[in-house]
């Protein structure tokens, strides 16, 4: 009786490289290979066209799941209720569908005996580091492999390969960037942007039109509870909803268009650009609504820690426990998050226009100038003494001694 073969669980994208690693892994390491198909809102083909190709390309399994919903509502979420903007720019687009694709790796890794999870990604990006990490949190027991790192699967020896074995997919070395999507946000690099003076051209782009030559302006009214969009003008909506409606309507005014030179985890600076129209509609209108609605010195901290879980998110550590406990505290901060925030998309450009909410902080009677005032100003005087006060006897002591304020 023969000997039952290892097997290796790809996450399979139905592109050239992914296809031909199918093969190609069987022929380096003599293992089976499961081929794993996650739908997070990037569209192109259909699932079932995808799974078909990965048994016609080798794979003994194919897995595929359409984990859209899951995406907005278990990772999507909690990146906009931590405002989440790596380097003050980037909505983390490919950083947050790392761990969930990881997850139905891992899971498809179990449910076919597989020790070992394959992904696509190169030794110089920040991807292959959230994969595996995310795959040995998720499942510590399984290895990891990157044959386009591991096995030299170059871009060159794969279409080779296709051809040779006339694999169905096409062969083509014509498309001069690397792109990864999703509902929340697309990511463009590599070709003609790796010189940072160039400016990206209009074929770069594809989920936002030019903010140049926008159409009339668009007025959106985003209804929040606790900190996640349940309805657009007034019509309820689920998180995966609330996305695609706003990657259509503020993508139609070329809203969400980045271009920055990120710091990437494996030290290399790198020019990317991105796409969010969604994304970013709705973290303005998110922080605005926790300026209404959270208290000054939770909000202060609440910044720092938005940013740290950027960091950790962009870095590979969704599943830390770092990371676990800030998702607690932001959780917290959301309770009162909550109303109605109205917005004009119009050229390029998300501007809040209006905020209510039950659940305000926001007092009128206490921040008018008009009649009517409740702030009792006499307070301000002993305020300020108190306030002051530290700094006063610090100015004094530096007076005595010479080095007071030079007039």
């Not at 990371?323 to 501007?351: C, E, N, P, W």
């Amino acid at each position: 009786m023969s000997q039952a073969k290892d097997r290796v669980v790809l996450a399979y994208s139905g592109g050239l490289d992914t296809s031909v690693a199918i093969g190609w892994i069987g022929e380096q390491t003599g293992a089976e290979v499961v081929a794993v198909a996650v739908d997070v809102g990037q569209g192109g083909e259909d699932l079932e066209v995808i799974r078909q190709r990965a048994l016609d390309c080798g794979a003994v399994e194919a897995y595929v799941a359409d984990a859209k919903d899951e995406f907005a509502e278990e990772y999507c979420m909690p990146a906009l209720k931590a405002n989440s903007l790596y380097m003050d720019q980037y909505p983390l687009v490919s950083a947050i569908s790392r761990p969930l694709i990881s997850k139905h790796l891992v899971k498809a890794a179990r449910q076919f005996g597989a020790h070992t999870v394959a992904h696509g990604c190169t030794g110089k990006g920040n991807d292959q580091v959230r994969f595996e990490v995310a795959i040995t949190s998720v499942g510590p027991d399984l290895t990891c492999l990157a044959p386009v790192r591991d096995l030299a699967l170059t871009r060159d020896v794969a279409i080779d390969y296709a051809v040779k074995h006339d694999l169905p997919i096409e062969t083509t070395k014509n498309n001069p960037f690397s792109i990864d999507q999703n509902v929340w946000g697309r990511a463009i690099e590599t070709g003609f942007l790796e010189d940072i003076w160039n400016a990206p051209t209009k074929d770069v782009y594809n989920y936002t039109d030019d903010p140049t030559y926008p159409p009339l302006p668009d007025e959106v009214v985003i209804t929040f509870d606790q900190g996640v969009p349940v309805k657009i003008d007034g019509r309820p909506v689920t998180p995966l909803q609330a996305i695609q409606e706003l990657n259509r309507r503020a993508g139609a005014q070329g809203i969400g268009r980045i271009d920055i030179v990120e710091d990437r985890l494996v030290g290399i600076k790198s020019r990317e650009i991105y796409e969010a129209p969604g994304a970013i509609a709705l973290i303005t209108a998110h922080k605005e609504l926790e300026n209404v609605t959270i208290e000054r010195e939770q909000a202060r901290f609440k910044s720092r820690v938005d940013e740290r879980w950027s960091e950790l998110v962009y870095d590979g550590q969704w599943f830390s426990p770092l990371k676990r406990s800030l998702d607690a505290f932001i959780d917290d901060t959301q309770t009162y998050v909550s109303g109605d925030i109205r917005m004009t998309l119009h050229g390029g450009r998300a501007t809040v226009t209006g905020r209510r909410s039950d659940t305000s902080l926001y007092d009128f009677n206490l921040a008018t100038y008009e009649t009517g005032d409740t702030y009792d100003q006499t307070n301000a005087r002993g305020f300020i003494e108190i306030f002051g006060m530290t700094s006063k006897l610090a100015a004094a002591r530096d007076a005595k001694y010479g080095r007071g304020v030079t007039i």
